[in-house]
């Protein structure tokens, strides 16, 4: 979707914010010179500051952290309370690299509980840590619901939404903790779409196609595009969905 993101990405706004921020990769695409960056995720926020303040000392801490199967499950079981700062940052990101396909899910206690996966990707060099900082540095950090970003929305912003949503929305198995965004948040997410777009605030949101929601959405601009999934176990689950683009302004096929 990046591409057709950029594409659709207003070249002119005072400040760019991202309440849902996960991989951030529309934030780190555009670079842009004040943003605000938000998630529920406490873990993910926490990680984003201490790069920004120390990508070196959080390089040197996962060049500690050796890459088998035993100490991946070691280092998930350590309480994050009984680690200093920087090595909680190294943590998330080693346990986002070496897990199953990259999922980020909890238990109900709030404990990252996904096993390590057989195909995962390497540990980042010092020099993609300094990169990241670079660009954070121009960022505020909220950690909280959607709406708690929102509130630091202002006239001639920018905002880029895109709210997690699960597989199976008859069953919640922590995928991106418990109490995340799920489907009955939508209309909170709908009446802060009429809210920006009433103090001058330019949006895009993403979201999966689903007909009663993009009916919901026809008083925007919309474009859908198929995209390729790529979480689930086997290869042929991961197939191509309709994804919904809703703006308040013109959108274009990229």
């Known amino acids: 979707m990046l591409p057709t993101l950029v594409a659709n990405a207003p070249e002119r706004y005072r400040a760019y914010l991202e309440p849902f921020a996960g991989s951030a ?5 555009l670079q842009p010179d004040r943003a605000v960056i938000g998630d529920f995720n406490t873990e993910l926020i926490d990680a984003y500051q201490i790069i920004a303040e120390a990508p070196k000392a959080v390089a040197r801490a996962l ?9 991946y499950y070691e280092l998930r079981a350590r ?4 680690l200093p700062r920087v090595v909680r940052a190294a943590r998330f990101v080693y346990l986002n690299r070496f897990s199953f396909n990259g999922v980020y899910r909890t238990n109900r206690a709030g404990s990252f509980n996904v096993p390590r996966g057989e195909k995962t990707g390497s540990l980042p060099k010092v020099e993609s840590l300094v990169a990241v900082a670079r660009v954070l540095e121009n960022a505020t950090f909220v950690c909280g619901d959607f709406e708690k970003t929102l509130s ?22 922590g995928e991106y903790g418990y109490g995340a965004f799920s489907s009955c948040d939508l209309d909170r997410l709908a009446d802060a779409l009429i809210t920006l777009d009433r103090l001058g605030v330019k949006f895009l949101l993403s979201y999966k196609y689903r007909r009663e929601f993009s009916s919901s959405m026809k008083r ?5 595009q198929l ?14 969905v309709r994804e919904l683009l809703v703006s308040n302004y013109p959108l274009v096929t990229a």
Request: aromatic share 16%.
């Open 152 to 173: 630091h929305a202002k006239r001639g912003d920018f905002v880029y939404m895109d709210p997690p949503y699960r597989l199976d929305e008859t069953r919640m198995r």
């Open 227 to 240: 995209v390729r999934r790529h979480v689930g176990g086997f290869t042929d689950r991961r197939s191509k």
């Open 25 to 29: 990769c529309l934030f780190f695409a």
């Open 220 to 224: 925007w601009y919309l474009l859908t």
């Open 63 to 71: 060049s500690n952290m050796p890459t088998d199967p035993g100490f």
């Open 79 to 82: 309480k994050l309370t009984s």
